[in-house]
């Protein structure tokens, strides 16, 4: 099945900072590959998602850019903010899977005042 | 729609007692998930189900722990006899089988067990 490894998994930065998080996926089937934000407390939720036709995707200060042969793929985050922290995960999902995500194992941000 | 609806939002019980999580997934959503969340092993797929059928339960830790989904609208995770090694958080998640589609998460179940 498909395995996702993500790094770092700990992160901190001071605000005004850009984020960097990556994530390696193994089924080279994968086609769509969301990121989740899971604040203290609460629920994963989704932040930016690709899908494997496209190679990058804005949507403000966040960014998501695949790279199918190398089979990897990052979170950008720029102009960090001090709510920006929480945990961030990544996850593919290959075609064969139905609608199962397979996650990484998260990656704590913390953005420093 | 209200989301993921799952209850309670926190449990506390005794080892060896039963324990059984409720989930209402999001309606027109024929796939839903149990997902539990340790600091120590992250989240983890329980089962999965489509339309209401179990698809994948290898995730299902031991036989103390069962899963039902008798209609679309609802799904139980059970653990008889409960552990202290179970207490995690548990997500329930629903989304729609279709491709590149996004898993809406509950607001989870916090499951003490001393």
């Known amino acids: 099945g498909e395995n996702v490894e993500q790094h770092p998994s700990t992160l901190s930065v001071q605000e005004g900072d850009s984020a960097v998080i990556k994530c390696t996926y193994s089924?080279?089937?994968?086609?769509?590959f969301p990121w989740y934000k899971q604040e203290l407390g609460k629920r994963p939720q989704l932040i930016i998602d690709?899908?494997?036709?496209?190679g990058e995707k804005k949507d403000q200060r966040i960014a998501v850019t695949l790279n199918k042969t190398a089979k990897h793929f990052s979170l950008h985050i720029t102009e960090t903010q001090p709510e920006d922290s929480a945990v961030y995960f990544c996850?593919?999902?290959?075609?064969?899977?139905?609608?199962?995500?397979?996650f990484g194992e998260g990656t704590q941000l913390t953005v420093n005042p | 729609d209200a989301g993921v609806i799952q209850s309670p939002r926190h449990e506390v019980t005794e080892m060896g007692q039963e324990v059984t999580l409720r989930c209402k997934p999001i309606?027109?959503?024929?796939?839903l998930f149990w997902y539990r969340q340790t600091m120590m092993r992250g989240l983890e797929l329980l089962i999965y189900?489509?339309?209401?059928?179990?698809?994948?339960d290898s995730g299902m830790p031991e036989d103390r722990f069962s899963a039902k989904m008798p209609n679309a609208s609802f799904s139980t995770l059970k653990i008889q006899p409960s552990e202290p090694r179970d207490s995690a958080v548990y997500f329930c998640?629903?989304?729609?089988?279709?491709?590149?589609?996004?898993?809406?998460f509950g607001q989870g179940t916090r499951l003490t067990v001393v």
């Open positions: 998640a629903s989304s729609k089988e279709t491709m590149g589609t996004e898993a809406f």
């Open positions: 089924d080279s089937a994968s086609n769509y």
């Open positions: 690709i899908r494997s036709n496209v």
């Open positions: 996850a593919a999902r290959p075609p064969t899977s139905g609608s199962r995500l397979t």
């Open positions: 309606s027109g959503h024929n796939s």
């Open positions: 189900f489509n339309n209401n059928v179990p698809i994948d």
